[in-house]
């Protein structure tokens, strides 16, 4: 077995065919995409990338297989193993770079692109084939718009599913490299404690404070990593480039597929004339634009109502730049952003098994995490916020806002 030394102290067992899939164009290009984004802005050592984040999910797949053969015995094949862990690790091989903050448009989700660049990538494609696994059914556990059904569909449940190795890596992960404690799971007690029960996933009674763990992690991390001032802003500005140059024709959706980090920091050198994209640039070099407004998503109804569409926001936008170009006459147009968060779920479906073999459902059996609860949870993570550049007084943002004055 040969294997790859993994930060958080894990040995990544691997034999030769699949390393060999660790090896190609394809993949390697994830080690020029970072994990989160511009985080690194915020807390420096967060350069991680996608291909550290796919090396931990095939470990944490592998860990899981391994626990849930010895407690459950399924009736698992080998070639399916074998797609099932080439799945974990190719899961975020059609990632590019703020994928997440592009959702709001029409584009294709990173893993439908992955099963477009499996299928046709003649180097992945072979890798994969030697490596004893099958194509169909590696991308079926990845792209839930194909279809699955036994053993697949298993497969693909325990991928992307309340306990899945994607999450059980990235809040380990994305916490380690950020420096901060949020994120932490006892990920191999977790893990030990998992079950086959009805062809899903299921965890022991007596570990199901876990999920409530991974709940109240997740929500940290947002609050305090992947929804921080600072991050936020450098993404809206980062949204604001992208759709307005989509919008004026100058990119399309499909430049953004398959590019890297170095790719995309180029664009405003390529487009260098056109004035909204040096919102990247400025997002490189660490000049962000300030809150100047903010209100809680529950208790905003204008902005909200304004604004929840991304082409009436282009309008309002518009019009409190106008209104603030009376106080400000050097402000652009671009450096008015409304940010609205997309929504976000602390719903775990997954069950949970008791010891007479029975099975409840995780919402059944825990008393904090309540149907009311996650939806507090979501609720106060989210703010709607305008971003501007810091000479921009906060005082009179409220007043055009509150006061209906653009």
Known sequence: MLSYRDPLGNDILMDAPI?????????????????????????????????????????????????????????????????????????????FPYAHSLKELSIR????????????????????????????DVIAIIDDKQKATGEIELYRHILSGALDPDKLDYLNRDA??????????????????????????????????CIEHILFSKYLMYKNIYWHNDVRSATCMIKKALLSAIRDNILS???????????????????????????????RNSMLLSR???????????????????YTRF?????????????????????????????????????????????EKFQEVTKLFTKDVEKQFASSLRYVAIYAPNFVSRKIVKEIIDGRKY
Not at 255 to 277: G, H, K, Q, V
Not at 292 to 310: G, L, N, P, Q, T
Not at 319 to 328: S, T, V
Request: proline share 4%.
């Open 19 to 95: 390393k060999r899939i660790t090896q190609t164009a394809r993949f390697r290009k994830l080690d020029r995409i970072k994990q989160n984004g511009p985080t690194f802005l915020v807390y420096p050592g967060a350069v991680h990338t996608r291909l550290c984040h796919s090396l931990g999910v095939y470990y944490t797949g592998r860990q899981i297989l391994l626990a849930v053969l010895e407690n459950s015995s399924p009736n698992f094949t080998i070639k399916g193993m074998r797609s099932f862990l080439i799945a974990c690790l190719l899961h975020d091989i059609g990632h």
């Open 109 to 136: 989700e990173h893993e439908e692109l992955a099963g477009d660049i499996i299928r046709e990538d003649k180097e992945l494609n072979k890798a994969i084939v030697a490596a004893g696994a099958e194509i169909n």
């Open 176 to 209: 380690f490299f950020c420096g901060v404690p949020y994120g932490n799971q006892n990920n191999g007690f977790v893990i030990s404690k998992l079950h086959i029960v009805n062809n899903r996933i299921a965890i022991e009674r007596g570990a199901y404070q």
């Open 253 to 283: 959706v499909n430049d953004l597929y398959f590019i890297d980090d170095y790719d995309f920091d180029r664009i405003p050198e390529i487009y260098s004339s056109y004035a909204p994209l040096s919102l990247i640039t400025d997002v």
């Open 292 to 310: 100047v407004w903010e209100k809680e998503w529950i208790f905003d109804d204008i902005i909200k109502a304004e604004a929840s569409d991304i």
């Open 315 to 359: 309008e309002t936008e518009d019009r409190i730049y106008k209104a603030l170009l009376a106080y400000y006459p050097n402000l652009k147009p671009y450096q008015v952003i409304i940010d609205i968060p997309e929504p976000i779920s602390f719903e775990a479906d997954v069950n949970i098994l008791n010891k007479d073999g029975s099975v």
